[in-house]
């Protein structure tokens, strides 16, 4: 019903993906060699146009010609609650629950700011998004890792026992929680949220859930928001969610946070207003109710089935085509992290050099170290599918050669 598979020219239309290449900082990929174009496979945007509902709103808004002051509509309020309730099964969202922030990661430094104090340790899993590194650090607070395990199925699973150690030995009283997890591409079971939040509960940390890929759920995969595992959690976890990833609007701006608890949503409503820059855009207002409409909720039905037929044709190629290279079946997002240690070794391959082979054929994949995992590189795979099957015959010739 919706066109996936038409492959955009974003070149010159304010894309970091495709024209961000080679800017020197060590953060974006070098430009491919020449003969070969690039496959934009490393920032967390997709190569897909978005909803028409989404398009369809914002131009109905630019019809009216003024763009004052203004205060978030019923509409707005009322789209997130409908959207939460029909995805997500959230029974009980208030208006007065529902907290704006210009960004994921903007709101978790403020929750930090509200929970913690400067020098404070935060636990996050890794392998770690590599925002979470970046903001964190840069706003004065250390991060302790708790490594997530492979298991004997190739399942990404969270080691409690180590969780709860390194809460006790480095004394730390806030989390962040990614679910569904970047770059794992793990949709968390219920019982696995709830045995987390036991841990954080018998510890006294508070929570912070990055939500922000629950609605990219693949092959049939359910998202558990984390407040709906227990009362402790409803009233210790502030969860952070945005329309961006779902329906590719990060350069529009806007998210939201959910809160229960008056005493966290007041202090948080208070942190995010001191600078008076966490502001919306009134075009990003009405892009999410464009986005959380019955049209918005049939188009990301139907992009989560283009992504699992991406996603599960890289695990198959890759399980069959690279032995040494290993990948778990992504369960949730449009990201995938290879862990090439044992094809390296075998084939005498430097992670450098691997990592350059792709960046020089166009396959502009991110470097794994910067998500605290050597030997590993994560792939977006949010791509018109004809790319997806370009990019492997790529890595086919040059890469895993």
């Known amino acids: 019903m919706y066109d996936f598979s038409s492959i955009i020219n974003r070149h010159g239309r304010d894309s970091l993906a495709v024209d961000g290449l080679g800017d020197g900082t060590g953060f974006s990929p070098a430009k491919p060699r020449e003969g070969f174009d690039s496959l934009p496979m490393w920032v967390a945007d997709m190569g897909f146009a978005t909803a028409p509902s989404v398009v369809r709103a914002i131009k109905q808004r630019l019809d009216h010609p003024i763009f004052g002051y203004y205060q978030p509509s019923d509409a707005y309020y009322q789209a997130i609650i409908g959207w939460q309730r029909e995805r997500n099964g959230v029974q009980g969202l208030e208006p007065c629950h529902i907290g704006y922030e210009n960004g994921v990661l903007g709101g978790v430094i403020s929750a930090l700011n509200v929970l913690c104090s400067k020098g404070d340790n935060v636990l996050v899993h890794s392998p770690t998004y590599v925002g979470f590194t970046h903001a964190v650090g840069n706003n004065g607070y250390n991060l302790v890792h708790s490594p997530l395990v492979l298991d004997k199925d190739g399942v990404w699973r969270m080691d409690y026992e180590d969780m709860e150690r390194r809460i ?13 997890h970047n770059p794992c591409g793990r949709a968390w079971e219920r019982e696995e949220v709830l045995r987390a939040m036991d841990v954080f509960q018998r510890n006294s940390v508070y929570v912070i859930a990055d939500e922000i890929w629950s609605d990219l759920l ?40 959910i809160a229960y608890d008056p005493w966290l949503s007041d202090r948080l409503a208070k942190e995010g207003g001191l600078s008076h820059y966490n502001a919306q855009n009134v075009l990003s207002m009405h892009a999410l109710v464009g986005a959380y409409s019955d049209e918005g909720q049939a188009w990301t039905d139907e992009l989560c089935q283009v992504l699992t037929k991406n996603a599960t044709y890289a695990y198959e190629h890759i399980t069959k085509s690279y032995p040494g290279v290993k990948t778990a079946r992504a369960q949730a997002t449009y990201v995938l992290l290879l862990d090439c240690e044992q094809w390296c070794r075998e084939h005498d391959v430097t992670n450098d050099e691997l990592v350059r082979r792709g ?22 795979i949010a791509l018109p599918f004809s790319q997806i099957v370009d990019a492997f015959d790529r890595m086919d010739k040059y890469v895993f050669v």
Do not use: M
């Open 218 to 257: 693949l092959d049939k995969n359910r998202h558990t928001p984390t407040q709906s595992v227990s009362d402790w959690a409803r009233s210790h976890v502030v969860a952070f969610y945005a329309p961006s990833k779902t329906f590719n609007l990060a350069g529009l701006v806007g998210s939201y946070h």
């Open 168 to 180: 006790q030995e480095h004394h730390i009283h806030a989390a962040i929680f990614c679910s569904p």
């Open 359 to 380: 960046w020089d054929v166009g396959v502009t994949w991110h470097d794994g170290r910067l998500f605290e995992c050597p030997w590993c590189v994560r792939l977006n």
